[in-house]
């Protein structure tokens, strides 16, 4: 009988904790150097609570459930939240105009190389401004990550990115046309609606497989994955931007093209670090498209979340502001040189499937 191979140690062991602890100390500096910047720009840092009545409302994050126990006995469902989002957008209709927040947020269903239950999501807005200036943020913060670490480059997977370059700019579409020959836009009427057979009909040109069952969203997803994401961030960042207004359910439609969002994401070594988004301000298109993607929840996994009323009637008066969500820890990965996001994180959540 062949010997089994030895459980790896807990992180608490001292000599694991020793291997760890130089990417942790790095995470610690960059979260200075990070407080610092958003503190000389003006931006209050704030502390939203983990617990809400809705976690999000985006067909696949899924979130951890619980309840709160009244004195009399009442139990109402509440959920970890996802984001931090729903209840900084709330703070903007408050009043304030320039809010950051290091959030510890819970998504289920995930873990691996890039994905943690628990992680630090960084989130900040600007109010009255546009999502621009979200794109400035983030080249300097790549390079502020990398000299805190004493770093020039960002590494991950044998893959590198100079933080000191300006972050390449590429819309979806461009993307498409590039790295999979497909023109995406045919398949999206001035509305916004998607035709599913059309992208479909691409995709068996490109010879990327498709199924009977692939929705439009299902197969965008699998164009990015294949063909898109490989190629983001090598060398320089890049800033993936406009995408399809069917994938970018918080995000408003772009002045230029109706078909196309307010929405980017960054990318550095193939691994995707940041979403933000020219923030959608229409309460009634938000309910539409929050319960346009509970439908297809359900219709996936069989169960659906609850929508924050609260945040919904805060939204029609929100101003107009720009918000984006970066993930912390895989940035200090990639400054630190560390291959798993747990060497990141102080204290992991302990591993559940054996």
């Known amino acids: 009988m062949e010997n089994a191979t030895p459980a790896p140690s807990p992180w608490w062991t001292p000599h694991v904790h020793a291997d760890r602890r130089p990417f942790l100390l790095g995470r610690n500096r960059i979260q200075a150097a990070f407080r610092s910047f958003f503190a000389d720009r003006d931006f209050v840092e704030v502390d939203t609570a983990t617990l809400q009545i809705s976690p999000g409302n985006e067909a696949h994050l899924h979130a951890f459930a619980t309840e709160a126990v009244g004195l009399g006995g009442s139990r109402t469902p509440l959920y970890l939240h996802t984001s931090p989002e729903f209840a900084c957008k709330k703070l903007l209709t408050a009043g304030e105009a320039r809010i950051a927040c290091f959030a510890h947020v819970y998504r289920n269903r995930e873990r691996g190389p890039l994905h943690h239950p628990e992680f630090t999501m960084l989130e900040w807005y600007r109010a009255g401004e546009s999502y621009e200036a979200l794109m400035k943020d983030c080249a300097a913060l790549l390079a502020l990550a990398a000299e805190t670490s004493g770093t020039r480059t960002l590494a991950y997977g044998g893959r590198r990115t100079d933080p000191f370059l300006e972050p390449g700019r590429l819309s979806v579409a461009e993307a498409f046309r590039r790295f999979a020959g497909i023109d995406l836009l045919a398949s999206i009427d001035e509305s916004g609606a998607t035709d599913r057979d059309c ?150 959540v302990p591993e559940t499937d054996h």
């Not at 929840?297 to 107009?320: I, N, Q, S, T, W």
């Open 199 to 348: 992208l479909a009909a691409s995709l068996r040109g490109a010879g990327i497989r498709t199924a009977e069952d692939d929705t439009w969203s299902d197969l965008f997803s699998r164009v990015m994955v294949e063909r898109v994401e490989p190629h983001l961030g090598l060398g320089r960042a890049t800033i993936l931007d406009e995408y399809p207004v069917a994938e970018a359910a918080l995000a408003r439609p772009t002045a230029r093209d109706p078909r196309v969002a307010e929405r980017f994401e960054l990318y550095a070594c193939g691994v995707e670090l940041a979403n933000a988004f020219g923030e959608l301000t229409d309460p009634d298109e938000q309910r539409r498209r929050f319960e346009a993607e509970m439908r297809e929840k359900m219709r996936v996994y069989g169960e659906r979340y609850p929508v924050d009323e609260d945040f919904l009637a805060a939204l029609g008066h929100m101003p107009e502001a720009s918000g984006i969500a970066l993930g912390f820890d895989r940035l200090v990965m990639l400054a630190t040189g560390a291959s798993r996001i747990d060497q990141v994180i102080w204290a992991p």
